[in-house]
C-alpha cells in the first residue's frame, strides 16, 4: 500500500527542544548536521535530568533480581471527550519516549489516553545492570499497566521496540487490543550460523567525544530520508552523554541490551498472535524492509500493511502527519474485525 490518500490531520505546535537545548541558530538552519558539535554543547547525564519531555515525566519503582529500580514514563490525558482507549508509544533502540510527541498530541486530540514509556536502562529510566531481554521488557510494560490501572492498551512500537510490543502482544494478548510495529527491526531471524559470543564487560570507558558524535551523525544520516533541522536533538543528546562521568555506566547498560537483537527472535511469536496487527514503516530503510513487511503479514494471523514511499527509518518523526493519520484510522477499528485486504 502507498500514501496514496490524502490526509487531513490535525496541526499540532510543539516546542522543539533544540531551544531547550540551546542549538545554535546556524545549526537549526542547515539541512544536514555540522561537521563537529557546537561548541556550546556540554555533557548530559545518563538519566537525562536536563532534557524536558513534552509532558510530565511520573516513575515506577519496581525491584528487579534484587535491585530497586524506576521506570520513567508519560501518561498523557485526551482532549475532549475521552473516548475509552489508552495507547501505548514505545521507543527504538537509539531514542526515548519524547520523540513521538507529534504522535502524542495527535492521538490524544482523539480522545486517547497516550502513555509513553522510556524502557529501562534508556532515557528517564535507571540504567541497573541485569539481564536485559524482550520478555523483561515486555514485563514490565504490562506492570505499568497494572500500575496505572489499564486493563487493556494498544501497543505501538518503534524498531526495536516493535520487536517489544510485539513479545508484548505474544505474552500479554488479553491486554492488547492492537499491535502496531514501525520500521520494526528484526523481521527475519538472522541467528544461525552466527555462533554466539557473550558479553565480556569490556567496554570503552573513555570514548573520543567526537568519535561518538561522528558515529551519530552516520547513523542518523541512514535513517532519515530528508534530514530536518529538530533531528539535531538526538545528535546533542548522544554527544552530550558521552562527556557525562557516568557514561561508563551507560555504555555497560547499552552493551547489555545491545545484545537483544542478535540473542533473541519475536518472528516465531508471530503465528500466535491473534491481535489486529499492522505493519508500518518508510519503505526507504534497507533493500529488504518492503519484501520483510509483507512477509510478516503473510505469517501474523491478522495483519496489514502500510508503507510510505520516500521516507526512511523514522517516518513519524520525518512524516509525522502521515503516520499519525494512520495511527488514527487503524486504531479506531474494530479490535475484533479481520484485517482488510487493501493493506496487503
Same mark, same amino acid.
Given at each position: 500500500?502507498?500514501?496514496?490518500?490524502?490526509?487531513?490531520?490535525?496541526?499540532?505546535?510543539?516546542?522543539?527542544?533544540?531551544?531547550?537545548?540551546?542549538?545554535?541558530?546556524?545549526?537549526?538552519?542547515?539541512?544536514?548536521?555540522?561537521?563537529?558539535?557546537?561548541?556550546?554543547?556540554?555533557?548530559?547525564?545518563?538519566?537525562?535530568?536536563?532534557?524536558?519531555?513534552?509532558?510530565?515525566?511520573?516513575?515506577?519503582?519496581?525491584?528487579?533480581?534484587?535491585?530497586?529500580?524506576?521506570?520513567?514514563?508519560?501518561?498523557?490525558?485526551?482532549?475532549?471527550?475521552?473516548?475509552?482507549?489508552?495507547?501505548?508509544?514505545?521507543?527504538?533502540?537509539?531514542?526515548?519516549?519524547?520523540?513521538?510527541?507529534?504522535?502524542?498530541?495527535?492521538?490524544?486530540?482523539?480522545?486517547?489516553?497516550?502513555?509513553?514509556?522510556?524502557?529501562?536502562?534508556?532515557?528517564?529510566?535507571?540504567?541497573?545492570?541485569?539481564?536485559?531481554?524482550?520478555?523483561?521488557?515486555?514485563?514490565?510494560?504490562?506492570?505499568?499497566?497494572?500500575?496505572?490501572?489499564?486493563?487493556?492498551?494498544?501497543?505501538?512500537?518503534?524498531?526495536?521496540?516493535?520487536?517489544?510490543?510485539?513479545?508484548?502482544?505474544?505474552?500479554? *494478548? %488479553?491486554?492488547?487490543? =492492537?499491535? #502496531?510495529? /514501525?520500521?520494526?527491526?528484526?523481521?527475519?531471524?538472522?541467528?544461525? @550460523?552466527? $555462533?554466539?559470543?557473550?558479553?565480556?564487560?569490556?567496554?570503552?570507558?573513555?570514548?573520543?567525544?567526537?568519535?561518538?558524535?561522528?558515529?551519530?551523525?552516520?547513523?542518523?544520516?541512514?535513517?532519515?530520508?530528508?534530514?530536518?533541522?529538530?533531528?539535531?536533538?538526538?545528535?546533542?543528546?548522544?554527544?552530550?552523554?558521552?562527556?557525562?562521568?557516568?557514561?561508563?555506566?551507560?555504555?555497560?547498560?547499552?552493551?547489555?541490551?545491545?545484545?537483544?537483537?542478535?540473542?533473541?527472535?519475536?518472528?516465531?511469536?508471530?503465528?500466535?498472535?491473534?491481535?489486529?496487527?499492522?505493519?508500518?514503516?518508510?519503505?526507504?530503510?534497507?533493500?529488504?524492509? *518492503? %519484501?520483510?513487511?509483507? =512477509?510478516? #503479514?503473510? /505469517?501474523?494471523?491478522?495483519?496489514?500493511?502500510?508503507?510510505?514511499? @520516500?521516507? $526512511?527509518?523514522?517516518?513519524?518523526?520525518?512524516?509525522?502527519?502521515?503516520?499519525?493519520?494512520?495511527?488514527?484510522?487503524?486504531?479506531?477499528?474494530?479490535?475484533?474485525?479481520?484485517?482488510?485486504?487493501?493493506?496487503?
Amino acid at each position: 500500500m502507498t500514501n496514496a490518500r490524502r490526509w487531513a490531520p490535525r496541526l499540532v505546535t510543539v516546542l522543539s527542544l533544540s531551544v531547550a537545548l540551546g542549538v545554535t541558530h546556524a545549526a537549526l538552519e542547515a539541512q544536514s548536521p555540522p561537521a563537529q558539535p557546537p561548541a556550546d554543547w556540554g555533557p548530559i547525564s545518563i538519566n537525562m535530568e536536563e532534557i524536558s519531555y513534552p509532558h510530565p515525566v511520573e516513575f515506577l519503582n519496581l525491584q528487579l533480581f534484587g535491585q530497586d529500580v524506576r521506570i520513567a514514563y508519560m501518561d498523557v490525558s485526551p482532549v475532549g471527550p475521552p473516548n475509552g482507549r489508552t495507547v501505548v508509544l514505545l521507543h527504538g533502540g537509539s531514542y526515548y519516549g519524547w520523540y513521538w510527541k507529534e504522535q502524542i498530541e495527535a492521538l490524544r486530540n482523539e480522545g486517547y489516553r497516550v502513555v509513553v514509556k522510556d524502557r529501562l536502562g534508556w532515557g528517564k529510566s535507571s540504567k541497573p545492570i541485569l539481564p536485559y531481554s524482550m520478555s523483561l521488557h515486555a514485563s514490565n510494560t504490562a506492570q505499568l499497566l497494572e500500575h496505572m490501572g489499564i486493563s487493556q492498551a494498544a501497543i505501538v512500537g518503534h524498531s526495536i521496540g516493535g520487536q517489544m510490543a510485539t513479545r508484548f502482544a505474544f505474552l500479554y *494478548p %488479553e491486554m492488547t487490543t =492492537h499491535l #502496531v510495529t /514501525v520500521n520494526q527491526v528484526g523481521l527475519t531471524d538472522r541467528r544461525a @550460523g552466527r $555462533g554466539y559470543r557473550p558479553f565480556t564487560g569490556e567496554i570503552n570507558a573513555e570514548p573520543d567525544p567526537l568519535s561518538v558524535y561522528e558515529s551519530a551523525v552516520r547513523t542518523e544520516m541512514r535513517r532519515y530520508v530528508n534530514w530536518k533541522p529538530e533531528f539535531i536533538d538526538h545528535l546533542r543528546i548522544r554527544y552530550g552523554q558521552s562527556l557525562s562521568g557516568d557514561w561508563p555506566r551507560l555504555a555497560y547498560v547499552r552493551s547489555l541490551g545491545g545484545n537483544l537483537r542478535g540473542m533473541d527472535t519475536v518472528v516465531d511469536d508471530w503465528p500466535h498472535i491473534q491481535t489486529k496487527t499492522l505493519i508500518l514503516g518508510g519503505e526507504i530503510d534497507g533493500p529488504d524492509f *518492503p %519484501e520483510n513487511a509483507r =512477509h510478516a #503479514v503473510d /505469517v501474523l494471523p491478522n495483519a496489514e500493511v502500510f508503507l510510505i514511499p @520516500g521516507v $526512511g527509518h523514522n517516518p513519524h518523526e520525518e512524516v509525522p502527519e502521515i503516520v499519525s493519520a494512520e495511527l488514527i484510522r487503524f486504531l479506531g477499528s474494530d479490535a475484533q474485525e479481520p484485517a482488510g485486504q487493501g493493506g496487503h
